[in-house]
């Protein structure tokens, strides 16, 4: 098997960093090099203080297909039983994605399959080029979808729809996800990096300590009542009204101009 030299990129701009999967040749399929690299780079990312969001994309025609079934294939000819992957890298992936206190977006510029697709749901802002393709294929080799796609299909596009998807594992289009609500927005293929660009860097610009609390905040209203997650409001309101941020975001209103965030707490 074909050893990547970077199967990660990183670009640092002002205030956020742009990821890309870096295999196109396997239509950015994940092997343990790429999920080793890819935690360090979100790592990384996370422990600066100057990264006030991410963008997630893929080199070539895909965004990601998911598992490199290569790796799932012993010398021996034996088929690896799927199950210590997805907890060892798949899994961590999806919970850090979601528990960045900073936004994430993705940029699915075209094939996003099986686990591929799912940890593109796992960020909050899902742009996507009109050409992209989404597909649970998991069906198709015997599998179910992994990689938070059981739990994240029924919240996007309810019950009916998510099991459409993960049983007859036909691909959406893009625009038809848009439609669905499985994504933020389909766009002209040409347009799709410059609009998640400026999206990221209005994140840059802005307070991020609000944003890592609203991620927070609406990941638990998926399983709190009421009672509970007016509590956790309050608390977060508190916690988000205590920065200079808001303090200064006040004071702006108040003179009749634009806030500047830093970010910090």
């Known amino acids: 098997m074909r050893v990547d030299e970077n ?42 203080q100057t990264c006030r969001a991410l963008l997630l994309t893929g080199s070539g025609r895909a965004f990601c297909s998911g598992q490199d079934l290569n790796e799932r294939v012993l010398p021996s000819g034996e088929v690896v039983v799927p199950g210590e992957g997805l907890k060892k890298y798949f899994n961590p992936l999806v919970l850090k994605l979601r528990a960045l206190p900073f936004p994430v977006v993705c940029a699915v510029n075209g094939i996003a399959a099986g686990a591929g697709l799912n940890v593109a749901l796992a960020c909050d802002i899902v742009l996507a080029a009109r050409s992209a393709t989404f597909t649970q294929v998991f069906a198709k080799i015997g599998l179910i979808p992994d990689a938070g ?51 990221c860097a209005e ?45 200064g975001a006040v004071r702006a209103f108040l003179a009749k101009q634009k806030p500047a965030f830093t970010g910090k707490r």
């Open 203 to 247: 994140f840059a610009q802005g307070p991020t300590v609000a944003y890592g609390l609203i991620k927070r905040a609406l990941d638990a209203a998926e399983d709190n009542d009421l009672a509970t997650q007016l509590d956790l409001e309050a608390q977060s309101q508190r916690e988000a009204g205590s920065t200079e941020d808001y303090k």
């Open 149 to 199: 796609g059981t739990w994240l299909l029924p919240r996007l596009v309810g019950q009916a729809k998510a099991r459409g998807l993960a049983l007859l594992a036909e691909p959406l289009s893009a625009d038809q996800a848009e439609q669905w609500g499985l994504i933020w927005k389909a766009l002209p293929d040409a347009m799709l990096m410059a609009e998640a660009e400026k999206i």
């Open 7 to 48: 199967p990660i990129l990183v670009e640092k701009r002002d205030g956020y960093r742009i990821i890309t999967l870096n295999r196109p040749r396997r239509l950015n399929a994940f092997t343990i090099p790429m999920h080793q690299a890819l935690a360090a780079a979100v790592a990384d990312a996370e422990s600066d």
